[in-house]
T-cell receptor, first 112, second 112 residues
Framework: DVKVTQSSRYLVKRTGEKVFLECVQD?????MFWYRQDPGLGLRLIYF???????EKGDIPEGYSVSREKKERFSLILESASTNQTSMYLC???????????FGNGTRLTVT | QQQVKQSPQSLIVQKGGISIINCAYE??????FPWYQQFPGKGPALLIA?????SEKKEGRFTISFNKSAKQFSLHIMDSQPGDSATYFC???????????FGTGTSLTVIP
């Protein structure tokens, strides 16, 4: 079974802090994704990566950056956290494009 | 712009009843339509998926009906059980594409 592990279940940060959300997958998947989940808005893609050091913007990349130094690890970075980034963040991976997504259990981030 | 529109936002069904969730899309290039199920505190997990070469796919109590001409697809849960209470997301992607487009989610409650 594919396992996607997000390092933190809950995070509380202050406005202006730099925030790192970490995600690790154990199935040697090529693709990794960061989504944001908000009530009534569904899942929105922030960034994705199709190879080490490769990244592409999704639908809502503003205020975020990502890092993929190793195939199994994909980090989401909030350079200067703001209250409107309070949300549930979901990491996912897939074997290849068009393959099903496998999600982690999410990190609920609160920015005060 | 919502690429995939999902309704209803919430649904309450009696145990043993049929739950129906509907989705519509515009992009005729989409050729993979998964449904994800999400329990509280967990990430979404793939429930069932369909490709447009068939009009229906059934797995146990879960059935996807697909209408290519109307650009609509729906999830039917037969004999709904309290354990089916969860949030359901429809999604669409291109087989060679790098992005899934999600609906806004349906919160299903099955009353005993």
């Amino acid at each position: 079974d594919v396992k996607v592990t997000q390092s933190s279940r809950y995070l509380v940060k202050r406005t202006g802090e730099k925030v790192f959300l970490e995600c690790v997958q154990d199935m040697d998947h090529e693709n990794m994704f960061w989504y944001r989940q908000d009530p009534g808005l569904g899942l929105r893609l922030i960034y994705f990566s199709y190879d080490v050091k490769m990244k592409e913007k999704g639908d809502i990349p503003e205020g975020y950056s990502v890092s993929r130094e190793k195939k199994e690890r994909f980090s989401l970075i909030l350079e200067s956290a703001s209250t409107n980034q309070t949300s549930m963040y979901l990491c996912a991976s897939s074997f290849q494009f068009g393959s099903p997504l496998h999600f982690g259990n999410g990190t609920r981030l609160t920015v005060t | 712009q919502q690429q995939v529109k999902q309704s209803p936002q919430s649904l309450i069904v009696q145990k043993g009843g049929i739950s129906i969730i509907n989705c519509a899309y515009e992009n005729t290039a989409f050729d993979y339509f998964p449904w994800y199920q999400q329990f509280p505190g967990k990430g979404p997990a793939l429930l069932i998926a369909i490709r447009p070469d068939v009009s229906e796919k059934k797995e146990g109590r879960f059935t996807i009906s697909f209408n290519k001409s109307a650009k609509q697809f729906s999830l039917h849960i037969m004999d709904s059980q309290p354990g089916d209470s969860a949030t359901y997301f429809c999604a669409a992607s291109k087989n060679t594409g790098n992005q899934f487009y999600f609906g806004t989610g349906t919160s299903l409650t099955v009353i005993p």
